[in-house]
């Protein structure tokens, strides 16, 4: 059943080429992007006033990469908050605000919750999910499905590459329609976008490489991931990849305020590993390398290829490909998913399922 891979998460991060492609490629027509089930019209898209994005652990990380994506591309104001936080914190929905839950089991009690209270308060709820007719499949007014196929391991992999693809398609719509990108800069995203499998693949291919370096952190204390914007979003995943199934103390730090307490914790040898993905903020993220490395911190640097700036300031380098500054986050995750699993292994753990750990969590 694990079709030759040593554990279930290897073999869905291997999924993750075809699981992409089956998540964009039906909802792609004609240079367009056609999400029928979404039930809203052109209109229904310009009224929309606020995004309110709810999820829990790695699904909440795409939520946070969503606001950027969304924000950046459609100019719609949006909000990311933690399931367990926002059904109980009495939020405000206004007319015009549309939330969207996201979950790979479409059964986590505190993100079922959370789309019960948005309902209750008459908004429209819009699921992204993968586990078809699931309770939050059900119960949302309309279900946008990730077609990962069965996620086994508890470290989602291919769920959370496919919910960003339905983000990004979802803000590519929504751009098109409010008029925020012309007809040709959204067919460039979707010959940009068409490509990801392939590079996604590629990326993979570069394990044994990554599994070396890991083997040089098996016995580390703290690891630390920061980065800016996006590279904020990635370094969550990316330390939580790590810390679920290794046990690893790590922390995932937007890089700006890093000096406002955590740098406090980088000693001679501590692996931060530093997340280089958006042009604009290239020389901000460089000096915090810079301000780490100071400290003693090891730097591995996940960067797009032919940025050698960031090969002066760190000391390991792992390229990812050239795409569109929205799609950085499906590239740059894949090493960082590589290399939570090869410490894991190479620590003996039990990879698919970590200890205290659920696939889907359901009770609050
Ligand atoms: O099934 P869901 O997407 O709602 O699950 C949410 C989280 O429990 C899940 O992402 C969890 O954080 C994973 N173990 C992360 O790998």
């Known amino acids: 059943e694990k079709g030759g891979y040593e554990h279930f998460m290897l073999k869905e991060m291997y999924e993750q080429p075809k699981a992409i492609t089956d998540t964009f490629s039906p909802r792609l027509k004609n240079g367009d992007i056609v999400i029928d089930e979404l039930g809203m019209s052109d209109g229904d ?73 948005a309902k209750a308060r008459g908004r429209r709820v819009l699921g992204i999910v993968n586990v078809v007719g699931s309770s939050i499949a059900r119960e949302a007014d309309n279900v946008m499905y990730t077609w990962a196929g069965p996620e086994i391991a508890v470290a989602t992999t291919k769920a959370y590459s496919c919910q960003l693809i339905a983000l990004y398609l979802l803000a590519m719509k929504f751009a098109k329609v409010r008029g925020m990108i012309s007809e040709s800069e959204l067919e460039e995203m979707i010959t940009e976008l068409k490509k990801i499998p392939a590079q996604v693949e590629m990326l993979l291919n570069n394990k044994d490489r990554i599994q070396k370096f890991a083997n040089r952190y098996l016995a580390a204390k703290n690891i630390f991931f920061i980065g800016r914007g996006i590279d904020y979003a990635i370094s ?20 700006g305020e890093l000096k406002h307490g955590t740098i406090s914790l980088i000693e001679d040898g501590t692996l931060v590993t530093a997340l280089v993905t958006q042009e604009e903020l290239y020389k901000k993220t460089i000096s915090n390398i810079v301000e780490v490395k100071t400290r003693g911190a090891f730097v591995m640097a996940v960067t797009n290829t032919g940025n050698t700036d960031v090969e002066k300031a760190a000391d390991y380098v792992v390229y990812i490909p050239k795409t569109n500054k929205y799609f950085a986050n499906s590239l740059a995750i894949i090493p960082l998913q590589l290399f939570g699993y090869y410490v894991s292994v190479g620590r003996g753990c039990d990879v698919d399922k970590p200890r205290n750990l659920a696939k889907s969590v359901t009770v609050e």
């Open 45 to 117: 898209i310009r009224e929309i006033r606020k995004i309110m994005i709810v999820a829990c652990g790695s699904a909440y990380h795409t939520g946070v990469t969503g606001k950027y994506v969304f924000e950046g591309l459609a100019r719609i104001p949006v909000e990311v908050d933690l399931a367990s936080e926002f059904r109980y914190r009495d939020p405000i929905l206004d007319e015009g605000t549309l939330v969207v839950v996201i979950s790979q089991s479409g059964e986590t009690a505190d993100s079922l919750a959370a789309l019960r209270e």
């Open 236 to 255: 969550l995943e990316g330390s939580l990849k790590l810390k679920e199934i290794s046990y690893i103390h790590s922390e995932a730090y937007a890089a």
